[in-house]
T-cell receptor, first 108, second 116 residues
Framework: GQNIDQPTEMTATEGAIVQINCTYQ??????LFWYQQHAGEAPTFLSY????GLEEKGRFSSFLSRSKGYSYLLLKELQMKDSASYLCAGGATNKLIFGTGTLLAVQP | DGGITQSPKYLFRKEGQNVTLSCEQNLNHDAMYWYRQDPGQGLRLIYY???????QKGDIAEGYSVSREKKESFPLTVTSAQKNPTAFYLC???????????????FGSGTQLSVL
């Protein structure tokens, strides 16, 4: 089957680091996306990994291990504005499969 | 600025009524998509279109219809056959007609549909 799993909720402290994990089982896998979505707003693209390893973009980094079917999004120096849902999405043979999203609450 | 515009932001449907959600993009993207978002569930694909005058059913197309008469526009009609229409609807686009599996999606700000 095709499945994307990620935690439902996470809480972290302003200034800290948080890692949001995502595991996937998809046939014909061809890459993994992370999107950020603030409540009631449009999801916005954060990262796309197709090869194994870590990709860094400022405070956000994304990691992929294709052999383990595993990805994570790493957020550093957390800010209050990072409170949002983070959607993991795996590219399969002919469509994109989304996880349920991880609601991150950043506390002072 | 280029982007995707969805309207209205909020929409109410009476029983037995069809309603149409608007989606317009000025990004010159070939592909457009409609997703439904429910609490506790991932985005689910309703319909997608890779080129003008052509569209394909997604995973949950029953009770919905679309048209793609212009490249910029991809309206979604929620028909009376959709018995549980209350959800947040997101329209998206991607650059080419190859599909969204390896291209990033650009999303509109969504329409919240509720049943009266």
């Amino acid at each position: 089957g095709q499945n994307i799993d990620q935690p439902t909720e996470m809480t972290a402290t302003e200034g800290a680091i948080v890692q949001i994990n995502c595991t996937y089982q998809t046939s014909g896998f061809n890459g993994l996306f992370w999107y950020q979505q603030h409540a009631g707003e449009a999801p916005t693209f954060l990262s796309y990994n197709v090869l194994d390893g870590l990709e860094e973009k400022g405070r956000f980094s994304s990691f992929l291990s294709r052999s383990k079917g595993y990805s994570y999004l790493l957020l550093k120096e957390l800010q209050m504005k990072d409170s949002a849902s983070y959607l993991c999405a795996g590219g399969a043979t002919n469509k994109l499969i989304f996880g349920t999203g991880t609601l991150l609450a950043v506390q002072p | 600025d280029g982007g995707i515009t969805q309207s209205p932001k909020y929409l109410f449907r009476k029983e037995g009524q069809n309603v149409t959600l608007s989606c317009e993009q000025n990004l010159n993207h070939d592909a457009m998509y409609w997703y439904r978002q429910d609490p506790g569930q991932g985005l689910r694909l309703i319909y997608y279109s890779q080129i003008v005058n052509d569209f394909q059913k997604g995973d949950i197309a029953e009770g919905y219809s679309v048209s793609r008469e212009k490249k910029e526009s991809f309206p979604l009609t929620v028909t009376s056959a959709q018995k549980n229409p209350t959800a947040f609807y997101l329209c998206a686009s991607s650059i080419s007609s190859r599909g969204a599996t390896n291209e990033k999606l650009f999303f509109g700000s969504g329409t919240q549909l509720s049943v009266l």
